[in-house]
């Protein structure tokens, strides 16, 4: 007979909201992330990777001058016993602590392979050994007196530091990278003895404020050296504020050789940049024909760094050609501040520079109070001792008879000398050798000493000024330990200001700067022909198209397009095509929208003013500095919504204005009636009731107005023939006679 499969009963089934359960979770992640992983303590500056790193390389005793150990011995313990995560993580987390290319001040010694600056990895854990450096047992003295609060590792056998008692402003020293969940920061390192510096004068005025700092702390101090070509205004927002960036530029100088020939030699590059990769990105470059002014580069570094750029002829100018290359290459790297913090161990926070320090003060202040009450502790224990020894001293025979007759000699001796426990016992488990020792001259001495050490103790954690000069006695002696004059004290980042070569000077260097003529059709085919070419009749055009408009320009020109969106469009002449054939559609080289058409084309000269107008009447002057943008989407300038559309410029020269209208009518009025503005819809120029605007002039009162007729000539009225149309502006207007019938007044932009 076959049994019967009874299904067992269903655990409890809960429901829960999806959203609810994912909040939950994400939240704890996110928490998780923040505090034990991506984000540094603001008091000793570490992550709890590297805090675990270095408390267990104490408790393996690899002080600086000991016996180095395999890295293995050192991340097996750490992993076993406080980080239960991947040995690979923790063996990076350590070698960069070593990278003295990392690290400004590492706090591990490394023996062997720990990787080097071009990018290439350290060798296996087993190959390699570290111990503690001496910046590592700043950071960790006073562990075992208290100085700190420690808990329950993760399972719960052992204990570990909270925090160090971080006796060196590692956070702000050493700097700190991480992203976490919604947030991350980035810490750039900087030179203790400057930060001891302000330390101390925060420590004198706790009010201080970052600025006030940097007379000290002029900025960053990189490992790999390197110049920061950031303003003091920018440095000093950075600070205050806690969040900006520093702009680091590769150090090189020209070395020159033989017959006239120069090269120049990079010997520094911007923290956190990998040579190789930086070569293998120039070489690169070179190769796409994008570093006209190079003519080679080679990697001749040893110990130290260089890196050989050669020109490529010897007329260019070195400055410019560095300069070049650090637009397109990491020789000039952005480096981001995000003192984003774990305040109190607790609270992620954004510090400023004083803040920051602020921290680290009051932590010092922490750990000396806790370590003095450690002291007292331990002081007045071994005062109740001496206490004890000095009865047994003087009474040594009698306490020998009560420890040899006596079944329990410990209450007989408490009653016998009125002594407490500590001293029955102290004296019941001396060595029989101590005896000899036990003089009442050195106990008396002892005693002395001891009281009097215990005085100043207790004055110290009465006064708070008491403890504030001795935490300044603490930094002074960092100061020293790593003073301007220490090989590794020595501050390697330098400060100029970046040289002011303008990008349109970098574009000239890439293009011989020759005459030509610009071509636009109509359709808004565009071409470039060589010279300055009076007689276009000879232009062929593709069918249905004509000339629009041509212009004499240079190749190292830029052109303005104003379009009927009203947008203005910026244009390189070096990069439109040469005069054969029809040349290419404009929008080829900027991102004009598909029912957009030209206004007008014109060379990019500086200085001077525009009055621009749309179809509705309405238009403002505007500066030419106003219409430059930077990017393909160009730069809105003139506000219109269809059907309205931009369909007039004209230089502003003069001082009065002439509208025209689709009706024929001209309206004449001051210029000082219509506004100078940067960017807006403008104001009514000419009224209309089914009318258009068609032309906007601009010219002089004493001169009178000029406008070219259809066949090409020159044509005018004077101030007195234009009586009948001058009124206001948003006047109607009269009928134009006399003027073109095409109520155009074809006058380009000059």
């Known amino acids: 007979m076959g049994k019967t499969l009874i299904p067992p009963e269903p655990a409890e089934v809960h429901e829960v909201a999806l959203r609810e359960a994912l909040e939950e979770r994400y939240l704890a992640y996110a928490l998780s992330t923040i505090m034990h992983r991506a984000l540094p303590d603001a008091r000793d500056g570490l992550k709890p990777v590297h805090r675990r790193i270095l408390y267990g390389m104490r408790l393996l005793r690899l002080d600086p001058g000991t016996a180095f150990k395999k890295s293995a011995k050192i991340v097996g313990d750490v992993m076993g016993s406080f980080h239960p995560h991947g040995d690979q993580a923790i063996y990076d987390a350590m070698v960069r602590l070593a990278q003295d290319f990392s690290s400004r001040y590492p706090l591990v010694d490394g023996q062997g392979n720990f990787g080097n600056i071009d990018g290439d990895n350290a060798a296996a854990y087993r190959y390699t050994e570290a111990r503690m450096t001496d910046v590592a047992r700043l950071l960790l003295e006073g562990i075992d007196e208290d100085g700190v609060e420690f808990r329950a590792n993760y399972d719960g056998q052992s204990k570990e530091p909270v925090v160090l008692p971080g006796g060196f402003p590692n956070l702000l020293a050493n700097g700190a990278q991480g992203i976490a969940v919604g947030m991350a920061t980035s810490i750039p390192p900087h030179n203790a003895a400057e930060l001891c510096d302000a330390a101390l004068h925060l420590i004198e005025k706790p009010q201080a404020k970052s600025r006030a700092l940097m ?45 006239g ?30 570093l006209p002014l190079v003519g080679d580069v080679r990697d001749e570094s040893a110990e130290d760094i260089r890196l ?112 407490t426990e500590v001293q029955a016992d102290a004296i019941l488990n001396m060595r029989l050798r101590s005896l000899r020792k036990l003089e009442e001259m050195e106990i008396r001495t002892e005693d002395k000493n001891l009281r009097g050490e215990l005085k100043g103790l207790k004055a110290l954690l009465a006064s708070e000024s008491e403890q504030w000069i001795k935490v300044g006695e603490q930094v002074k002696k960092v100061r020293d330990i790593f003073g301007p004059k220490t090989p590794l004290g020595k501050r390697r980042t330098q400060f100029a200001d970046a040289p002011e ?49 041509a212009f004499f320009a240079e190749t190292t020109s830029k052109l303005l397009l104003f379009a009927t969106n009203g947008k203005f469009y ?181």
């Open 501 to 549: 070569h303008d990008l349109a000077a970098i574009e000239e260097a890439f293009v011989e700067r020759e005459p030509c003529t610009v071509v636009v059709s109509e359709k808004g085919w565009v071409r470039t022909m060589k010279g300055h070419v009076e007689d276009l009749s000879g232009l062929s055009f593709k069918t249905d198209d004509k000339l629009g408009q």
């Open 308 to 419: 050989i750029i050669e020109p490529k002829s010897r007329s260019v100018d070195p400055a410019l050609m560095m300069e070049s290359l650090f637009r397109l290459t990491e020789l000039e790297s952005k480096i981001p501040v995000n003192i984003n913090v774990l305040v109190k161990g607790r609270v992620p926070k954004v510090l400023g520079l004083a803040e920051a320090l602020r921290e680290w003060l009051d932590h010092l202040r922490d750990v000396l109070v806790r370590r003095s009450n450690y002291r007292k502790t331990q002081i007045e224990n071994r005062l109740e001792v001496l206490g004890g020894y000095l009865i047994a001293y003087l009474n040594l025979d009698k306490v020998i008879k009560i420890i040899r007759t006596e079944d329990e000699p410990k209450p007989v001796l408490m009653k016998t000398f009125s002594l």
């Open 570 to 750: 910026s244009l390189d002449v070096a990069k439109l095509p040469g005069g054969r054939g029809h040349g290419e559609p404009i929008r080829m080289f900027i991102d004009m929208d598909q029912d957009a058409s030209i206004v007008s084309v014109f060379v990019n000269k500086g200085g001077r003013k525009f009055l621009i107008a749309s179809s509705e009447g309405q238009g403002f002057v505007v500066k030419e500095e106003d219409c430059v943008g930077n990017t393909r989407k160009g730069k809105q300038v003139l506000n219109v919504e269809m059907p309205n559309e931009a369909c007039a410029i004209t230089s502003v020269v003069g001082d009065q204005v002439a509208v025209i209208g689709s009706n024929h009518k001209m309206v004449i009025f001051p210029l000082d009636q219509v506004p100078e503005m940067a960017r807006g819809r403008g104001v009514r120029l000419q009224k209309y009731t089914s009318a258009s605007l068609s032309d906007v002039a601009t010219f002089d009162s004493k001169t009178g107005l000029a406008w070219k007729d259809s066949a090409g000539r020159d044509q005018g009225m004077s101030w007195k023939d234009l009586t009948d149309w001058r009124g206001n502006r948003a006047d109607a207007g009269r009928l134009a006679h006399g003027l073109p019938k095409s109520n155009k007044l074809n006058r380009p932009v000059e």
């Open 215 to 259: 007379r000290w702390v002029k900025g960053p101090d990189f490992p790999t050296g390197g110049i920061v070509v950031d303003s003091k205004e920018a440095i000093a927002e950075a600070y205050t504020t806690g969040r900006g960036s520093f702009r680091v530029r590769a150090k090189w100088e020209q070395e020159e050789g033989a017959r």
């Open 261 to 290: 020939t120069w090269v120049v030699v990079i010997t520094e590059i911007p923290w956190l940049v990998q040579k190789s990769r930086l070569v293998e990105k120039i070489a690169e470059l070179l190769n796409e024909k994008k």
